[in-house]
């Protein structure tokens, strides 16, 4: 069932009390759509709590209303559980939260292969990012987007789009973001600060640098960083890692890019490509998701024997 973002609109205005979270580990889109929702209910006067199970990074910190997320996760089961950006329960925040004790979730969403997981779902992955099905509510419930929601919307859609460049940026994309400019959010703020990096993690980059490996005649760029590494520098937080692999897919002749890390159970793998190749697909196999040029999973097993795997599945592709 994929109820539209009027139907949406109409139960949020007829409930009150809701809890808003994301996927662990949060990103721009993430975040941004919290925000806005979460902003937009209480402009409604409805009663809402954003949460998050992990600390907003730095980055993302010249949004004022980031103050408002709460790093924990929800445990009032009488409230409306609205769930974004999030493809299935198993990326449902944190294990602990006891998602099946809430009487209604919203699943709102643009991850392909959604397992329409909420009593309300709202789920498109044609769209670049949650934020853009969050707008779409939105403007049932506004007449004006103000600023402080426009903000957050407009950090959504930048991020998940690589800066309007990704992919499903679409005719929409632009017209969302060039109404959130008439309502006051300055696309300068968001260059400056979200490019701005720590001079610690440019010693990182070149250290980092000088580890990647390439396979299959170049078409596939690997780098592995492991806790010690990231320890080595005076890195603000780890989320600055975030735009690593970037730099592994933008390598020239560059097709797939994986970037493994350590974490503290296990190792996460991110992966990217840089042409027809579905990583979304292989990383599916591991337990993990994601779009077709962008996805991600995590194991337990050692990044040695994962990488000899994951190179004789993709060199048979490319
Ligand atoms: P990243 O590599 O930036 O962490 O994630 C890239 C994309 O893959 C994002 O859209 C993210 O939601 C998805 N992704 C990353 N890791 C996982 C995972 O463990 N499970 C699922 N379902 N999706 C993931
Ligand atoms: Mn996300
Ligand atoms: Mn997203």
């Not at 979730?105 to 309300?120: M, S």
């Not at 779409?136 to 903000?151: F, G, H, R, T, V």
């Not at 170049?218 to 970037?246: H, M, N, P, R």
């Not at 992966?271 to 995590?298: I, M, T």
Request: hydrophobic content about 40%; aromatic content about 10%; some cysteine.
């Amino acid at each position: 069932m994929n109820n539209r973002a009027k139907e949406i609109a109409e139960f949020l205005k007829e409930n009150d009390g809701f809890s808003l979270v994301a996927h662990n580990g949060p990103d721009g889109d993430s975040i941004g759509s919290i925000l806005a929702l979460g902003l937009t209910l209480k402009l409604l006067g409805k009663r809402v709590r954003m949460y998050s199970s992990d600390p907003i990074p730095t980055i993302f910190q010249f949004i004022q209303s980031v103050k408002e997320i709460i790093i924990d996760i929800p445990t009032d089961f009488n409230d409306i559980l609205i769930v974004l950006d999030c493809s299935d329960e198993k990326r449902l925040i944190v294990q602990e939260i006891q998602y099946e004790k809430f009487a209604k979730i919203i699943n709102i969403d643009h991850h392909p292969f959604n397992t329409n997981f909420g009593h309300y779902n709202f789920c498109d992955s044609e769209k670049i990012a949650t934020a853009e099905l969050v707008y779409l509510i939105i403007k049932e419930l506004l007449e004006k987007i103000p600023k402080e929601i426009a903000d957050p919307l407009y950090l959504g859609i930048y991020t998940d789009s690589g800066a309007f460049g990704y992919d499903n940026t679409s005719p929409l994309t632009h017209e969302i973001a060039s109404e959130l400019l008439r309502c006051g959010t300055s696309p300068v703020d968001f260059k400056i600060n979200l490019e701005k990096k720590s001079f610690g993690y440019l010693k990182f980059l070149s250290f980092a640098f000088q580890n990647i490996k390439q396979f299959n005649n170049g078409t596939v760029s690997y780098l592995y960083i492991s806790e010690g590494d990231l320890q080595a520098f005076d890195l603000k937080d780890y989320s600055e890692i975030d735009g690593l692999i970037d730099y592994l897919r933008n390598i020239e002749g560059t097709l797939v890019a994986i970037l493994a890390k350590e974490e503290k159970e296990g190792f996460k793998f991110s992966l990217r490509s840089a042409s027809n190749f579905d990583v979304g697909q292989l990383c599916r196999e591991y337990g993990g998701g994601g779009h077709k040029k962008a996805a991600g999973f995590s194991t337990l097993e050692h990044p040695e024997k994962i990488i000899s795997e994951l190179m004789d599945k993709i060199s048979k592709q490319l």
